[in-house]
């Protein structure tokens, strides 16, 4: 049966709210308490494999907004240079 046939009072209809919202936090909670460690089990595998020196690619100058993220992605292995001394940021 979908409906009741008693009717509900506005009390018993306030607990039933409060308790539909307490149920939705505590999934919400559950939900981002398991998805962190999750997220974080792969970092484990990136470690730094190729030591960078500032200035070490001629056409990343070091004030540059992507200077960091070039280095990041040069130490890990995950990009390298167009030769030793030029990563070509605009290449393709």
């Given at each position: 049966?979908?409906?009741?046939?008693?009717?509900?009072?506005?009390?018993?209809?306030?607990?039933?709210?409060?308790?539909?919202?307490?149920?939705?936090?505590?999934?919400?909670?559950l939900?981002?308490?398991?998805?962190?460690?999750?997220?974080?089990?792969?970092?484990?595998?990136?470690?730094?494999?190729?030591?960078?020196?500032?200035?070490?690619?001629?056409?990343?100058?070091?004030?540059?907004?992507?200077?960091?993220?070039?280095?990041?992605?040069?130490?890990?292995?995950?990009?390298?240079?167009?030769?030793?001394?030029?990563f070509?940021?605009?290449?393709?």
């Amino acid at each position: 049966m979908l409906f009741s046939a008693v009717p509900i009072s506005e009390k018993e209809r306030r607990r039933m709210k409060k308790k539909r919202l307490l149920s939705l936090l505590l999934t919400g909670a559950l939900c981002l308490s398991l998805s962190a460690p999750a997220l974080a089990a792969g970092l484990e595998n990136f470690q730094k494999s190729n030591p960078y020196t500032a200035g070490q690619f001629t056409d990343v100058p070091a004030g540059e907004w992507y200077a960091a993220n070039v280095q990041a992605a040069y130490e890990l292995g995950l990009m390298e240079g167009s030769s030793a001394s030029t990563f070509n940021p605009s290449g393709n």
